[in-house]
């Protein structure tokens, strides 16, 4: 199994501002997927990008995929402080099945 | 988008009971079924897969005994903290895999707290 490697491991900017945060894994997948999760609470899937994809939007996001350097980034446009999360890419298992999670980058909005 | 629930959303046991966390997938079926425990300001970590008319798998180091997971239905999996004692105090999150389609997209649930004392 492959965990996740996100970084930076927390971020923590003014409200308003842009959030990047990136992902990085080491054997090729056929697509990656950013998680956010809230404090004490489950996780909301956000974006889906598959292998052949470069760069996918929804809403004030925007996913890259850069499969040669195997790595993704996370942006959040003009961020708020409802975005305040940890934030992941997990691995999938050889199977696809199963999911393995790295340790998030914790991103803090200051209002 | 697919609703999975758990329940209850918090626990607290005396050490050496045991407590019982369910796992709905609300709007969808789903054949296949996760738990992750997560401990404070740390990863999930993935105990087991949950595989509807068949026995859970679990990740290694995770102990069958200790976790017992059950989907009976195409709607339900329990996880089952046996003699739970204070080091198994954590956030136990379920999720669920959406059926057919090309991806394995997974859904959460809330999570459950569970305190022992």
């Known amino acids: 199994s492959q965990q996740g490697e996100e970084d930076p491991q927390a971020l923590s900017i003014q409200e308003g501002e842009n959030a990047t945060m990136n992902c990085s894994y080491k054997t090729s997948i056929n697509n990656l997927q950013w998680y956010r999760q809230n404090s004490g609470r489950g996780l909301v899937h956000l974006i889906l990008?598959?292998?052949?994809?470069r760069e996918k939007h929804s809403g004030r996001l925007r996913v890259t995929l850069d499969t040669s350097k195997k790595s993704s980034s996370l942006l959040i446009t003009a961020s708020r402080a409802a975005d305040t999360a940890s934030y992941f890419c997990p691995r999938s298992s050889n199977t696809g099945n199963q999911f393995y999670f790295g340790t998030g980058t914790s991103l803090t909005v200051i209002p | 988008g697919a609703v999975v629930s758990q329940h209850p959303s918090w626990v607290i046991c005396k050490s050496g009971t045991s407590v019982k966390i369910e796992c709905r997938s609300l709007d969808f079926q789903a054949t296949t079924m996760f738990w992750y425990r997560q401990f404070p300001k740390q990863s999930l970590m993935l105990m087991a897969t949950?595989?509807?008319?068949?026995?859970?798998?679990?990740e290694q180091g995770v102990e069958k005994d200790k976790f017992l997971i059950n989907h009976a239905s195409l709607t339900l999996s329990t996880l089952t903290v046996t003699s739970a004692h204070p080091e198994d105090s954590s956030f136990y999150i379920c999720?669920?895999?959406?059926?057919?389609?090309?991806?394995?997209?997974?859904?959460f649930g809330p999570g459950t707290r569970l305190t022992v004392l």
């Open positions: 949950s595989n509807e008319g068949s026995k859970a798998t679990y």
């Open positions: 999720s669920a895999k959406f059926p057919g389609g090309h991806y394995n997209e997974q859904f």
């Open positions: 990008i598959r292998s052949n994809e």
